[in-house]
């Protein structure tokens, strides 16, 4: 079992649902996040001083999946976050030893 | 305006005087519509995404500022001054500046001794000016739900001064400016017009439906055609982003109403207390005829409807609220719940990005009330009536069509010429400074592009620093954010 | 109102006339009370946790459509027409629809040239219909604070209706409908009612700490011990999830609470001038009492205990506010701010979940108010007083106990019937209706559950669409929510 | 106050009478300028971070109580009673607890029939009392925008009742108290003072630039030196937590203010009138003038430029409002609108943490129109001046230096007695009781360390309890986060 | 070490915090999350135009425990989380490789 | 690869992003999380009755890192977020089988 983890443009989170939906992925979790890279933050001004923010928005999100889906579902997000610009985010992927559904107890592929 | 009954003539007092007492409800009344358009802020900014609210409230404060300013100069003067030609607008120079206006007593009507009625007016001119104004500001301010999220602020600053000028101010004269109140001679609607259309009789409009509510309804439908719309739309859904703004909003707007309304009477006797009974009645229903076509319609009644509802019934009995009885101020209410829910859905029928429903609420809403004045006028029941002032009355009442033909005119009118004069003012604004902000800054949040600010940082983080920024208080050398297009760009991910 | 002194004989004038200047303070001062509404929904609201707060809020926006409609169509009748026996009740039927009452001139009373007093009335029937119509809304949204997050919103809407009908009405009649005024003959608190068990002196209660605080305090005790109380009550912590709308609210209570205070004297002179001084005079001591008790027992004085010490000071001061001196009213504020600072936590030993503390607040503070003239009215230095009319002295000032006995008996009696009829109003909707939501609905979120929405988005992501969302605008065409329980069901986890 | 003409002589009608329409107009403007300092809490309270906004909002809501309570007791006395020698304080025991006030009639003068002026005052002694309160409370509450999330609550709360007797109560005398209007004799600046070096004539202020907005200002100012800076200030970034409060608030002002100018005329006539509309036309230009200077200094306007902008404008118009006519108060708003968006970058210059500007808009606002009455007073055009009054001419009118020197001796006077004294009552509260907070409580955040509250639980989550919480409602039998340090101390982390 | 993360209900955290302090657990963080699954979301119904919002809140549980404990605090989320109803949510572990304790500087199970 | 979460004081964000910028570190991702541990909470006080609050705001700090770098990260993080008090907060490092970045889709070292 893998776990991939996505930090993606809050923009994209629509088009990679619907993605991972009609690759088979039946199940996500997302929170509000925010970045710090190459993609530069913004300035706001307040009664004449300057407000800097370096973060921007992203949103987080954790997929896990079987071994053998795991790089077909990146390649998934991949391609649906992608917009080409700087920012775009950062996808990853962590081995799992254990997954358990908590309503019924099932554990491992048959928890997802 | 009181005055907006026919029937009365103005009499020149030998010795005029102020009426302490509807001098003080005049006062009171244009500071309660003064009031409301930072309601309006509040209820058309709580409406938009949380990007984009201040942008919103913006809107309507610029108005403020920009209409107040040219009322001084010209618009007060270009409304009541003494018509140029064909009642169709006022001389803008001769009170520049309000030259000649404070000094002023206007509209002393002698009490009528039989009925116990107040004497109408006796007000200053100041007084007059003041509940003037107010009006003219919330008339442009309302235009600005139909272009939420999009429109650029400079551009919009721009098009309050031309729209005031050319569209609202004409409008409003030819509405509000009775003959031989603030000026010798008014405007066509208003005043009987033999020579012209109306064929002897003016239309009424007690407080604005037509002026302002069909006027600023029609020029939201003129520029929501005109701008391209929001990114998204109507796709994407687009939730209001704070629906405790927009009950705030509603209920500022709902108490600044009775100024709005009752003020309009320009005296504190039974036509001002008559017109307050059928402000609140109206409301109600209206209140209750929304909610009642979502709960039918969708299964729940919802806030944002019953605030809508409140709206739509002030906006429809504004024209109406003199000449109906309370029985026709309920229905007037009614009418205006259950018609202006059910309109609301037009824009996705039609497919234009009337953001906020300008359209659906404030034109719907000033036509419902307008046209059933030519109902249910009754010139017994009606404030009007019950203050001794002669009036029509309407089909319902015996009164034939002839109310009914002179309301259509001149809501018709109000509506073609603002609709034509908009969109061609809207359309040159378009060419010529672009009346909309780029699309990605749209999407980046038109309060952060336009105006650098973001509405919110509510972060329950209690650190002195926010945890996504590190700035630098200083005196701004340099104008970061439209300096630096990379980051512009960036920003929009 | 100035006539709840029972000394006053109204004088049918030989040619009524309205007094301009009255009549703008009443106007002015019913659209106050009218905005006290909306600042009661955010008060309200602000107090309630973020998945309730719209539908707190719509529990008194449909107050005012209810209550407005039935106000207009049968209530002013019921309170205000002539009394049909006992002074129990008007007859609904005199003035229903209102007719009958627009063209009437009330409560005109000579001016006393001896004392320079201004004459009280010389209003428009309109006006005076404006001012109590308002009274009659916020009395009912008050009760709601006792069943927030919990009550099935129709059958809320039912409520008002039978409960402005059967409670609210009669005991405004009571307190607030004057022989002579009016009508001819009014209720029996107000009234010298010789042969009935008062002995002869109505209670004073000027702006309606017993019809309207006592009888919505109670009302609300007889819901909240009817009702289930909310999930996890008092184990888990319920928390206001918006402070700054207590804030904005009890600001709007306290502005608009002049209106209702000083707009009960139905005129513009010393005795409104006076009422206006007593009632910020008991709000300051108020609010500075219940931050004492906060700081001695809790150890923090607290935002939310200065907004309610200022509406405890409101409630207490309202009976008492023409009757007191301002050293009356400073000490009546006091007691008022200490004393409901204590008895909110009356709830949690008695175990009834008054959610809002309608008890602690509204029924005990108008208890305060009303009990306290009895030993606190003041004949000379009152505004009653320095405006010249006649009134009963209390305990402390000689006058014995005379009026404490009937402030008890006027309190008493409406504490009793609204509480007993309420009860019945309440179980009745309860078995034939439901009053409550399904627990899970509450656990969900009432606001989603009744109305479908949701106060807030106020998500940091700038994109077009919520990260959470992904919907389609269109007209509804089927009712999500309501249709698939299973959705709810889950929703609720 | 209209009193604020020099040439008006005091005349006591034979049978002196209240004016029902001007009484009215000042209890309505009571209302109004009382709904100010709500107003004020959210305009403050907005702009400080979460973590401290209830401890803002409640430094206004506090000095509603004290200053409330203390003016019943002696504030009014020692404003507005007899003067206890040279024009410096009146007696304050002559009215303690109000005494002899409610049954008195003020400021009766009789109709000018020539101009059909309506007659000033005519109101009784409790609306010059009401309208009177609020102005002292709203001049505290000022204050504490200068020192925001730093302030000891309790040293506060303290300071206001001491800042008020020490400081305001004796410069509204000498300001507002004229000579035989309310007492005898009155405060040196309003009054001619031959024998003072004002040189015969007194300082215009109408409603209050130097006894409220230059004495707030400029004890700001002291406070802000006085005390120290916040935790990270200048370097950490503190923005706005909330803007939506911050327009809430500036409307409110905006609405309220109405009342504290044009109800300064203590009538309702030409001269409230002119002053209204000179109040929107100031306030108008000074939007536009911040805007603008943004605009072109910063690349954007914002919207918190648009209020800061309508409060410099409504206070530097202030003083002015009934002195300049339309043209002026253009201007002057204009002069405040670009002076004090300038003006609020000083304290990064100086280095002293005036955290709301209150220097920056109030005392700069203050002095810019105090100061230009001297250039533009204009006998003819004014409200003043077409209200049939006399007064001198500014400088630009041809009227010399006089009025000029005047206004800079009475804005002089205030300022520097401000200084002193509001610096040597913080020195000693701040040896004695300490006036700031630990930085670790500042930066933990005031609202949790000094009120036990936060402002917001806004969490998604829709079940019963927040996810960040797990608490036991109970009444408090023991004083949690004050009697364990170390929670405290770890709080701050 | 391990990393156990759980996806829950926000009504049950009360319940798993309590019954994680019963086994002994002296720490956890929490964040906010939104999940997608079987468990639908719900529809909102703004001036007639329909918005629905698909992702339900859920709170994200994290506990670093020692290799010994995991599965048996694996077991005492998923008693306590459990209400058996669709949405109740997941639970993975990871490995870690190293854990500290930021204020001494401790690592390993010391850390914890 | 690695990836280093750090649960911190919102206080320190802005000396340990300092830091790792210094170390040359060029990208990482925070969020806002609520920790619960020896640090105790607060009470509040609404109208007389108490409400506590047992977990404390932290940030939620993650930065992927190359196995070498790994523990100099984990070292420049627990010295910026080093305040000595208790609820300094925790910081660990997990194995990562695969980065990508979305922009580009580089792998590995290259996508950080
Ligand atoms: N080393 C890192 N560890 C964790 N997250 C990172 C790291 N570098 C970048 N990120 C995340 O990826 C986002 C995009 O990175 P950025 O450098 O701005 O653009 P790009 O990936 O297109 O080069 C950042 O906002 C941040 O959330
Ligand atoms: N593959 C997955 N990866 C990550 N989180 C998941 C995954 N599937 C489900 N979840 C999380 O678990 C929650 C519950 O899942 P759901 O399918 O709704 O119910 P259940 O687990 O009871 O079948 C979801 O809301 C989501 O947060
Ligand atoms: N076992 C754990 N698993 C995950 N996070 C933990 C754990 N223990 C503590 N934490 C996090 O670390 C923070 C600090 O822990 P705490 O025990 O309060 O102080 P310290 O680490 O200084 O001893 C907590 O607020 C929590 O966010």
């Given at each position: 079992m893998k776990l991939i983890t996505a930090i993606i443009k809050p923009h994209q989170l629509d088009e990679v649902k619907e993605a991972l939906e009609a690759f088979g992925v039946a199940g996500m979790t997302i929170s509000e996040a925010s970045g710090y890279g190459r993609q530069r933050g913004h300035s706001e001004v307040y009664r004449g001083a300057e407000y800097t923010v370096d973060f921007v928005p992203k949103v987080r999100l954790e997929v896990l999946v079987d071994d053998v889906d795991s790089s077909d579902v990146l390649e998934v997000i991949l391609k649906a976050a992608q917009t080409g610009r700087i920012g775009d985010g950062k996808i990853w992927s962590v081995p799992v030893d254990e997954v358990v559904r908590v309503r019924t107890g099932e554990r491992g592929v048959d928890a997802l | 305006m009181v005055l907006a009954m026919s029937a009365i003539t103005f009499v020149a007092a030998d010795t005029p005087f102020t009426d302490s007492g509807n001098t003080a409800w005049v006062l009171a009344a244009a500071a309660l519509v003064l009031f409301m358009t930072p309601g309006l802020a509040l209820f058309y900014g709580g409406m938009v995404r949380t990007k984009s609210v201040l942008n919103m409230m913006m809107m309507s404060f610029i108005t403020m500022g920009t209409v107040g300013t040219v009322w001084v100069l010209w618009g007060y003067s270009e409304t009541?001054?003494?018509?140029?030609?064909?009642?169709?607008?006022?001389?803008?120079?001769?009170?520049?500046?309000?030259?000649?206006?404070?000094?002023?007593?206007?509209?002393?009507?002698?009490?009528?001794?039989?009925?116990?009625?107040?004497?109408?007016?006796?007000?200053?001119?100041?007084?007059?000016?003041?509940?003037?104004?107010?009006?003219?500001?919330?008339?442009?301010?309302?235009?600005?739900?139909?272009?939420?999220?999009?429109?650029?602020?400079?551009?919009?600053?721009?098009?309050?001064?031309?729209?005031?000028?050319?569209?609202?101010?004409?409008?409003?004269?030819?509405?509000?400016?009775?003959?031989?109140?603030?000026?010798?001679?008014?405007?066509?609607?208003?005043?009987?017009?033999?020579?012209?259309?109306?064929?002897?009789?003016?239309?009424?409009?007690?407080a604005g439906g037509t002026a302002i509510h069909i006027n600023a309804g029609v020029a939201g439908l003129a520029l929501a055609i005109l701008l391209r719309k929001r990114v998204g739309w109507p796709k994407e859904p687009m939730r209001p982003h704070n629906l405790t703004l927009v009950m705030i909003g509603a209920g500022i707007l709902w108490f600044g109403w009775f100024g709005f309304n009752a003020g309009s009477a320009l005296s504190a006797g039974t036509l001002a207390a008559g017109v307050w009974v059928n402000t609140l009645a109206a409301t109600c229903t209206a209140m209750l005829g929304w909610l009642i076509t979502e709960k039918i319609r969708d299964g729940h009644a919802t806030s944002l409807g019953a605030a809508s509802g409140v709206v739509a019934g002030l906006v429809a009995i504004t024209p109406a609220c003199a000449t109906v009885s309370p029985w026709g101020a309920l229905v007037v209410g009614l009418a205006a719940g259950v018609g202006c829910a059910l309109a609301v859905g037009l824009k996705f029928r039609f497919g234009f990005d009337d953001s906020l429903d300008v359209v659906g609420v404030h034109l719907v809403g000033g036509l419902i009330g307008t046209l059933l004045i030519g109902f249910l006028a009754d010139a017994t029941n009606s404030p009007t009536g019950t203050a001794g002032l002669s009036m029509n009355d309407g089909l319902f009442f015996g009164g034939g069509f002839g109310q009914l033909w002179s309301q259509t005119l001149g809501a018709g009118a109000v509506l073609i010429y603002s609709f034509v004069v908009t969109f061609i003012i809207g359309w040159v604004l378009h060419k010529t400074m672009g009346f909309t902000v780029p699309e990605e800054d749209e999407v980046a949040g038109i309060d952060l592009l336009e105006h650098a600010e973001t509405a919110y940082d509510l972060g329950a983080f209690t650190g002195g620093s926010r945890h996504v920024s590190s700035g630098v208080v200083a005196e701004r050398t340099r104008q970061v954010v439209a300096d630096e297009p990379s980051s512009k760009e960036e920003a929009s991910a």
């Open positions: - | 009541f001054g003494n018509d140029v030609g064909a009642g169709l607008l006022g001389n803008p120079f001769e009170h520049f500046g309000l030259s000649g206006v404070l000094d002023a007593i206007y509209g002393y009507v002698p009490a009528d001794a039989a009925t116990g009625t107040a004497a109408a007016g006796g007000i200053p001119g100041g007084a007059f000016v003041a509940f003037q104004v107010v009006f003219a500001i919330i008339a442009v301010a309302l235009v600005s739900g139909a272009i939420a999220d999009r429109a650029k602020f400079v551009t919009w600053t721009v098009f309050t001064v031309i729209w005031a000028t050319l569209v609202y101010f004409p409008a409003a004269h030819w509405v509000f400016a009775f003959n031989g109140f603030a000026a010798e001679t008014g405007g066509w609607i208003a005043n009987k017009a033999e020579g012209l259309f109306l064929g002897g009789a003016g239309a009424y409009d007690f």
